[in-house]
């Protein structure tokens, strides 16, 4: 459960929205409307579809229209049109008693300006919601503890508010939306007023739940690296409008605007790129069956091609199916008869690794074995991780000026698509303005 659909949702803020809907069907701009009629555009014809069990993180400056989409879900702001559709309910027809009902069923939400309530203890806030929801006391106390010990809070039920850490106490907020159970998970900037090392906590900790409890979340955040971390898909809004959707390395990859790529100019590469973007493809792989006269030919020297055209010093091996063998060291080839078949001569303990592995997880392991090998679902080799090729994926960064060498990157534009900018001085990263702590930070649920 938890899969939502939008179709052509647009808001007007304002008078005159019958207006602005016509102005905005001709495509006319939000500052053109505002000045035709005064009408604010808050978003304009959104149609996408979140998975269900899915992270979607909505992203975009201040003003972008993410916190009413995100409030358009249960309509806690009322679209001007378009349809919401929930695990096959149509919300835009509910009727207030129903909406109600399935708003408290279907939606959690998580705010980063909501308090605690102050004279209740930890448990009394968690199970706040179910109170509402008129669950027994005993359902109630079992089901706010079950979602404190997720948490982490255990042993500090009793306690109030005042007595927990800013971070404690958005960890209270988020067990108060995970207590009342319901599939889909609504997260307007959380985590934004923690300091870094509590907000990266916590982001890995939304993480570990959302495995473990398999919850639709939407999360609205400025913060790209949050973005990243949070691991799921990315929408790009600008002025109600959504630019592109897609998993990070996607958008890194094939920024659809020049605004995305000034959004995504100062993303963590290492964080976004899989092992399948860097991996070298064009180093020459070996048979086990050939021999080293013959592999030296295919490589074209009689030294063995030179080391210089080894990947990471050595060749990978596969066999007829594409399947890894092992890895043949220049040296060794260079030492070796020339009638010995390459089978023989192979080091079978080189590292291999799934093609979605996040480069950063890799790093530690180019620099000891100084290639890994690369395998996709269907277990065929795609090419190798060296410290040369990590070097050119990391210097192929959107809006920097080295020319990245052919072959390395797929981070290479698309034809047609306008050519990378350098660096912005007015770039849209918001990113300082989110980090900085604005003291006590709290959070509700609704
Ligand atoms: N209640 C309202 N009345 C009038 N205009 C509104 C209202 N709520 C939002 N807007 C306008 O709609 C647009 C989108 O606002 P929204 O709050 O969704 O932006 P946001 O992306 O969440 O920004 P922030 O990052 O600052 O929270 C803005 O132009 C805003 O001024
Ligand atoms: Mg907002």
Not at 196 to 218: F, G, H, S, W, Y
Not at 221 to 231: M, P, Q
Not at 274 to 281: F, I, L, M, N, P
Request: hydrophobic share 40%.
């Amino acid at each position: 459960m938890g899969r939502i659909s939008l179709e052509g949702i647009s808001k007007i803020f304002g008078s005159n929205s019958a207006t602005a809907l016509g102005l905005v069907e001709q495509g006319k701009r939000k500052s053109d409307i505002a000045a035709a009629c005064g009408a604010i555009v808050g978003l304009r014809d959104i149609s996408f579809d979140i998975e269900e069990g899915e992270i979607l993180v909505l992203m975009g400056l201040s003003g972008s229209g993410k916190s009413t989409l995100l409030r358009c879900m249960n309509r806690l702001v009322e679209p001007s049109c378009g349809r919401i559709v929930v695990d096959g309910v149509d919300v835009t027809r509910l009727g207030r008693k129903d909406l109600l009902a399935f708003r408290q069923k279907t939606f959690g939400m998580v705010f980063q300006h909501f308090a605690l309530l102050p004279n209740r203890t930890i448990l009394g806030n968690v199970g706040f919601g179910l109170e509402i929801k008129q669950v027994s006391a005993r359902e109630r106390v079992e089901r706010s503890m079950q979602a404190i010990e997720l948490v982490g809070l255990k042993g500090w039920e009793t306690k109030y508010p005042s007595e927990l850490s800013g971070g404690m106490q958005q960890r209270a907020g988020l067990a108060r939306a995970l207590a009342a159970d319901a599939d889909i998970l609504l997260m307007d900037e959380a985590f934004s007023a923690l300091d870094p090392l509590i907000r990266r906590d916590m982001q890995a900790e939304l993480r570990e739940l959302q495995r473990k409890l398999k919850k639709t979340i939407v999360f609205v955040s400025h913060d790209l690296d949050e973005a990243v971390a949070l691991g799921g898909r990315i929408v790009l809004m600008k002025d109600g409008e959504v630019v592109q959707i897609g998993q990070p390395e996607e958008i890194v990859a094939r920024p659809a605007t020049d605004y995305v790529e000034r959004f995504v100019e100062h993303i963590d590469l290492a964080a976004v790129l899989r092992a399948e973007q860097v991996a070298d493809r064009s180093a020459p792989v070996l048979a086990p069956t050939q021999t080293v006269a013959e592999a030296r030919t295919a490589l074209g020297g009689t030294n063995g091609g030179a080391s210089g055209g080894a990947s990471g010093g050595s060749w990978l091996v596969a066999d007829g199916d594409g399947r890894l063998v092992g890895r043949l060291f220049a040296d060794r080839l260079a030492s070796a008869r020339p009638s010995e078949t390459l089978a023989g001569l192979l080091d079978l303990g080189l590292p291999v690794v799934p093609a979605e592995s996040r480069l950063d997880t890799l790093l530690a392991t180019v620099a000891a074995h100084e290639s890994v090998a690369v395998v996709g679902r269907d277990g065929r080799l795609i090419g190798a991780v060296t410290s040369r090729s990590v070097v050119q994926a990391l210097a192929a960064r959107p809006g920097t000026h080295g020319q990245p060498k052919a072959g390395a990157p797929i981070l290479s534009k698309p034809s047609g698509a306008p050519t990378w900018s350098g660096t912005s001085p007015n770039s849209p990263s918001t990113r300082s303005a989110t980090t900085a702590s604005t003291g006590s930070p709290s959070m509700a649920v609704g």
